[in-house]
């Protein structure tokens, strides 16, 4: 039997064998993160039949739940950390070539810095792991504090004062969600006497619906921050235009989402309250229009992909906030059709920048006829974000406009209305791009100044570039690959009683 606690162990062990292989030899390092999250890709793959027939429950220590610490590897947990390994593993081999000992003129990485990226880039990619797997409300705060203190490093890792600034920023934002989260752990414990999500979760009842609402608040408020939830979405403009893109495309592919799986997790198992459902449907259609409305003022490439995470987050939380086994369903395949969709943009937009030697829109003039493959998944991704047909964005919002439209009550074709107003922002802007990159202008000037030259990214970045762009496209043709997953991750979810079942049996 293959144990779910080898999704963290190994990977953790990893990174800190990372400083350890310099004595072997220096380009060891960088091959390191593909092994982990190779090693993950599979393992969760060889979950998936078993915890579709019955959640795996791993209990620490010789004691049984609630008494000990346990990791809970259902449906949600395994499609999560499926998630992380792939997009974890595509970016790695994209950081190959992009991160490397280089002058900063080429790719703006200082000489000898590179052990420190790939150690922090295995350590968050595990925080991110250990979140979607743990069952215990503790060290989901462990693991989401090593996700996030990986997170400041890295988007600050180039070292120029853009980086800093954004990742202080980061971090003081960071800092204020965190010890918000602490607190609310601290006060639950003090109410039930347990960690054990499980366990709390049986017990919410037991004490008045005023004791357990100011925990609530700061636990959504601490994750929201990670999530980038409106008004708590201040740092990721910054921290994502600043960070280098193969790091962007994790924390807009992975560590947003899984901050949003905490906030889904902690508001259906842990508290099982419906009664403020209806103010996320709210929350996120706010999200929603203050992410594409600012998407659309940008002229730096990165900062609206950036702002385009918002308004993606403000969607998955809007369907998540209709709590219908047809929303909720919607919210995670749009989670998935995210996370490859925006990884793609990030990873073919930052050898775009590279090469035009600006994040400006505008220095992109002619990158179609210049970086023709690279141009052509930046296509291929932005379609799919906007929703069209044959990718998978296209898919989860059908499911998410599908499941609003089986509450059959007229706010919710206003609310349908809203998400369509955002989507056409959403083309409007990407559309613009895409007229940039082929349409306008002559060819953009590159940094080898020659006219009508082709410098296509590096082969071994076209190759994460083009899994990601195939995958897109074959899961928008063949949803049933995902759907027949992604309804019991639903289920899972709404059904509260039978998380308890299977953890406290």
Same mark, same amino acid.
């Given at each position: 039997?293959?144990?779910?606690?080898?999704?963290?162990?190994?990977?953790?062990?990893?990174?800190?064998?990372?400083?350890?292989?310099?004595?072997?030899?220096?380009?060891?390092?960088?091959?390191?993160?593909?092994?982990?999250?190779?090693?993950?890709?599979?393992?969760?793959?060889?979950?998936?039949?078993?915890?579709?027939?019955?959640?795996?429950?791993?209990?620490?220590?010789?004691?049984?739940?609630?008494?000990? !610490?346990?990791?809970? %590897? =259902?449906?949600? *947990?395994?499609?999560?950390? &499926? +998630?992380?390994?792939? $997009? #974890?593993?595509?970016?790695?081999?994209?950081?190959?070539?992009?991160?490397?000992?280089?002058?900063?003129?080429?790719?703006?990485?200082?000489?000898?810095?590179?052990?420190?990226?790939?150690?922090?880039?295995?350590?968050?990619?595990?925080?991110?792991?250990?979140?979607?797997?743990?069952?215990?409300?503790?060290?989901?705060?462990?693991?989401?504090?090593?996700?996030?203190?990986?997170?400041?490093?890295?988007?600050?890792? !180039?070292?120029?004062? %853009? =980086?800093?600034? *954004?990742?202080?920023?980061? &971090? +003081?934002?960071?800092? $204020? #969600?965190?010890?918000?989260?602490?607190?609310?752990?601290?006060?639950?414990?003090?109410?039930?006497?347990?960690?054990?999500?499980?366990?709390?979760?049986?017990?919410?009842?037991?004490?008045?619906?005023?004791?357990?609402?100011?925990?609530?608040?700061?636990?959504?408020?601490?994750?929201?921050?990670?999530?980038?939830?409106?008004?708590?979405?201040?740092?990721?403009?910054?921290?994502?235009?600043?960070?280098?893109?193969? !790091?962007?495309?994790?924390?807009?592919?992975?560590?947003?989402?899984?901050? &949003?799986?905490?906030?889904?997790?902690?508001?259906?198992?842990?508290?099982?309250?419906?009664?403020?459902?209806?103010?996320?449907?709210?929350?996120?259609?706010?999200?929603?229009?203050?992410?594409?409305?600012?998407?659309f003022a940008q002229g730096n490439i990165k900062r609206m992909l950036a702002f385009s995470s918002i308004g993606q987050i403000g969607l998955i939380l809007f369907a998540l906030g209709m709590a219908s086994s047809y929303s909720v369903s919607g919210g995670i395949f749009q989670i998935l059709s995210h996370g490859l969709g925006k990884a793609l943009l990030f990873l073919a937009a930052g050898y775009m920048v590279l090469r035009s030697g600006s994040m400006d829109i505008s220095s992109m003039e002619g990158m179609g006829e210049r970086?023709?493959?690279?141009?052509?998944?930046?296509?291929?991704?932005?379609?799919?974000?906007?929703?069209?047909?044959?990718?998978?964005?296209?898919?989860?919002?059908?499911?998410?406009?599908?499941?609003?439209?089986?509450?059959?009550?007229?706010?919710?074709?206003?609310?349908?209305?809203?998400?369509?107003?955002?989507?056409?922002?959403?083309?409007?802007?990407?559309?613009?791009?895409?007229?940039?990159?082929?349409?306008?202008?002559?060819?953009?000037?590159?940094?080898?100044?020659?006219?009508?030259?082709?410098?296509?990214?590096?082969?071994?970045?076209?190759?994460?570039?083009?899994?990601?762009?195939?995958?897109?496209?074959?899961?928008?043709?063949?949803?049933?690959?995902?759907?027949?997953?992604?309804?019991?991750?639903?289920?899972?979810?709404?059904?509260?009683?039978?998380?308890?079942?299977?953890?406290?049996?």
């Amino acid at each position: 039997m293959v144990n779910p606690i080898l999704l963290i162990a190994v990977p953790l062990g990893l990174a800190f064998a990372i400083p350890l292989s310099g004595f072997i030899s220096k380009k060891i390092e960088k091959y390191i993160p593909l092994v982990g999250m190779s090693f993950n890709l599979v393992i969760s793959l060889l979950l998936i039949p078993r915890v579709l027939e019955h959640p795996i429950i791993v209990s620490i220590g010789g004691w049984k739940p609630p008494f000990c !610490i346990n990791l809970v %590897a =259902g449906p949600v *947990s395994i499609l999560f950390s &499926l +998630i992380i390994a792939l $997009v #974890g593993l595509l970016v790695s081999v994209y950081a190959l070539d992009y991160i490397h000992p280089a002058p900063a003129s080429r790719s703006g990485v200082k000489e000898g810095a590179t052990e420190k990226y790939h150690m922090l880039y295995l350590l968050l990619l595990t925080g991110a792991t250990g979140v979607v797997l743990t069952g215990d409300i503790f060290n989901l705060f462990v693991f989401f504090e090593i996700l996030c203190i990986s997170s400041y490093a890295l988007v600050a890792y !180039i070292g120029d004062k %853009a =980086g800093i600034e *954004s990742a202080v920023k980061y &971090l +003081i934002q960071g800092a $204020v #969600g965190s010890s918000l989260v602490l607190v609310g752990v601290g006060i639950l414990y003090g109410l039930f006497g347990t960690l054990n999500m499980a366990d709390i979760a049986a017990n919410i009842d037991s004490v008045s619906s005023i004791s357990i609402f100011v925990p609530l608040v700061l636990l959504i408020t601490g994750f929201g921050v990670e999530a980038a939830i409106f008004p708590l979405n201040a740092w990721l403009p910054d921290a994502h235009s600043s960070a280098p893109s193969s !790091i962007s495309a994790i924390l807009s592919g992975i560590a947003i989402e899984v901050g &949003l799986y905490a906030v889904a997790r902690v508001v259906f198992t842990l508290f099982g309250i419906s009664s403020i459902l209806f103010f996320f449907v709210f929350l996120g259609l706010l999200t929603l229009l203050v992410g594409e409305m600012s998407a659309f003022a940008q002229g730096n490439i990165k900062r609206m992909l950036a702002f385009s995470s918002i308004g993606q987050i403000g969607l998955i939380l809007f369907a998540l906030g209709m709590a219908s086994s047809y929303s909720v369903s919607g919210g995670i395949f749009q989670i998935l059709s995210h996370g490859l969709g925006k990884a793609l943009l990030f990873l073919a937009a930052g050898y775009m920048v590279l090469r035009s030697g600006s994040m400006d829109i505008s220095s992109m003039e002619g990158m179609g006829e210049r970086m023709p493959l690279t141009s052509f998944a930046f296509v291929v991704g932005a379609l799919s974000l906007v929703g069209l047909p044959p990718f998978a964005g296209f898919v989860s919002k059908f499911l998410i406009i599908r499941a609003a439209l089986a509450k059959q009550e007229i706010i919710f074709i206003v609310f349908i209305g809203i998400v369509l107003l955002g989507t056409v922002i959403e083309g409007t802007y990407f559309f613009r791009v895409i007229q940039v990159l082929y349409f306008k202008g002559a060819p953009g000037h590159l940094n080898t100044g020659v006219p009508g030259k082709k410098e296509e990214s590096p082969f071994i970045a076209l190759v994460p570039i083009f899994i990601l762009m195939i995958l897109i496209v074959v899961i928008g043709i063949y949803p049933d690959l995902v759907t027949r997953f992604i309804y019991p991750c639903a289920s899972e979810l709404l059904n509260k009683m039978e998380y308890i079942r299977s953890v406290l049996g």
